[in-house]
């Protein structure tokens, strides 16, 4: 192993430490200091007072927290489950040759860079019951006869939010199946085509298997992100109608920064955090029976 000099210890640290004070300021600070105000009263004026446990039982006792949590599950669980499939699907059409590979590579992809603050403004405008082009084109198809009033229905208006998640974050997934996709030794496809496996029969005895270490990844990841899924609540819905898409991490927000509830609000952050600690745990230690080739694929 190479030594290296004090000299150059020394620039290396002085390199880094823009970034490890960015990261002690806005990051570790910050959580430590949330962790403090869950046990403390304060409304944004004066000295926070310690309280002990107070905050965690107000919290579990507000039937609006477990309306939201629940919400939050719902939401986790469906946009998961339409993420997972629909990215998969068009990982594996995109890793054939097909025409226009590259731009529709490219067109999946940009709405996961795109700001929410613009896909949000524009979905509005898709859903809006009067000229919305969703309503629009579903009248056309003679499916509905109707508007749909999509974000102001207390039935409508999560899966309106769920189908924006879901054409948003899709592309990232992708990127992530075609690389797991890609390292798939091609002497596998060409042992069951020899064997006579028709397409469907391969993808799930030697396309799936080898991808398992991917999926179990990129379900981790998609669990994480939905629980903290905020913005387009925030920009589409404000939690409405009827608390329909209160979503935990909106309704912590408004703990915080509506009702000037901070403790509260903090201690929603950290019941969080321990559910989605709790679930990840599940996640690896269930990953021991159905992820295959994980060594070979590190």
């Known amino acids: 192993m190479k030594e290296y000099s004090a000299s150059e210890t020394r620039w290396a640290w002085i390199f880094l430490a823009p970034c490890l004070l960015g990261l002690i300021i806005f990051t570790y600070l910050p959580v430590f200091a ?3 105000l869950s046990f403390s009263y ?12 107070e905050n965690y039982a107000t919290v579990l006792n507000d039937a609006l927290f477990w309306k939201s949590f629940g919400t939050t599950c719902w939401f986790v ?11 998969l699907v068009l990982a594996v059409w995109l890793n054939r040759a097909v025409r226009g590979q590259s731009f529709f590579r490219t067109a999946y992809f940009l709405p996961f860079i795109t700001p929410m603050v613009s896909v949000a403004l524009v979905w509005g405008w898709l859903y809006d019951p009067s000229y919305g082009m969703f309503n629009w084109l579903l009248q056309q198809a003679h499916l509905i006869g109707k508007p749909i009033p ?4 207390p039935q409508t208006a999560l899966w309106a939010v769920i189908i924006l998640r879901v054409w948003k974050d899709i592309g990232y997934n992708i990127v992530i199946f075609l690389a797991g996709l890609q390292a798939v030794p091609p002497s596998l496809y060409e042992s069951a ?3 006579g496996a028709s397409g469907w029969r391969t993808f799930w005895l030697v396309t799936l298997p080898m991808i398992t270490p991917t999926l179990f990844f990129v379900g981790v990841m998609t669990l994480i992100n939905g629980f903290q899924a905020f913005d387009s609540v925030y920009l589409l819905t404000q939690g409405g109608p009827e608390h329909s898409t209160e979503l ?51």
């Open 42 to 53: 304060w409304n944004l004026l004066g000295t926070p007072r310690f309280i002990g446990l």
């Open 248 to 298: 935990l991490v909106y309704w912590m927000f408004k703990n915080a920064f509506e009702f000037y509830k901070i403790g509260p609000a903090s201690a929603i952050a950290y019941i969080l955090f321990i559910v989605i600690l709790l679930l990840t745990l599940v996640q690896w230690q269930l990953r021991k029976r159905w992820v295959l080739y994980e060594d070979e694929t590190a």
């Open 193 to 195: 085509n020899l064997d």
């Open 34 to 36: 949330s962790l403090g």
């Open 150 to 153: 999509w974000l102001y229905d």
């Open 77 to 87: 669980a469906l946009s998961g489950i339409l993420e997972l499939a629909i990215s």
